[in-house]
C-alpha cells in the first residue's frame, strides 16, 4: 500500500465518525475481491480499517528492520499528535488484557476479538466521543516478516482498557 499522505490519512478517520456501524448481528471481516488481502472488520457498533501498511519484511534485519519499526512509529506517533490536537489529549488502551484472554480462549467483547483475530495486537491511542463517536488508532504487526500495519477503529460507544475481572 503506497503511504497515503497526513491529510488523506486523517480524512479517512474524519470519514469514519459518519460512516454506518452495524447495529447488531456477527462481525465479519472482509477482503480485497482480488487479493484477499483483509480490508476492514465490522461487528456489532464497531469497524476496524487499515490505514497504511509497510512493505514486507521479509529478509529485512537488524538495522533496516529497526528503521522499517522507527519509520512505522513515527508514522503513529504524527497522527496522534494531529488527533490530539484536533480533539484533545488520547486515552491509551492496553492491549495485554485482551491478548491473555484471547490466547486463554476466555471470552471477549466483540470488538477486542475483533482486533486479536486480526492480529491488531499494538495498544490503542482513544479519543471520544468525537460526533458521538470514539475513535482509536493503533501499530500492528502480526510477525516479524509481515508488514506493520496502522488501523483505525471506530465505535458507538467507549473503547476502555478491560481489566483482568471484565
Known sequence: ??????????????ALLTA?????GPTVAEGEPDTGEWSATAGE??????????????????????????????????????L????????????????????????????YQALCDADCLGDLAVWGPVDGRWIAVSLNQSDGDAPMILVAVVADRPITELDDGE
Open 1 to 14: 500500500m503506497t503511504p497515503p499522505s497526513p491529510a488523506r490519512t486523517l480524512s479517512g478517520i474524519e
Open 20 to 24: 454506518p456501524l452495524p447495529a447488531a
Open 45 to 82: 457498533g464497531f469497524r476496524i480499517v487499515p490505514l497504511w501498511r509497510s512493505a514486507d519484511l521479509v529478509g529485512v534485519y537488524g538495522p533496516e528492520w529497526a528503521a522499517a519499526e522507527a519509520a512505522a512509529s513515527a508514522r503513529l506517533a504524527g497522527l496522534v499528535q494531529e
Open 84 to 111: 490530539d490536537r484536533r480533539w484533545g489529549a488520547h486515552r491509551p488502551a492496553g492491549m495485554r488484557v485482551p491478548i491473555f484472554r484471547d490466547t486463554a480462549g476466555e471470552p471477549l467483547p466483540p470488538l
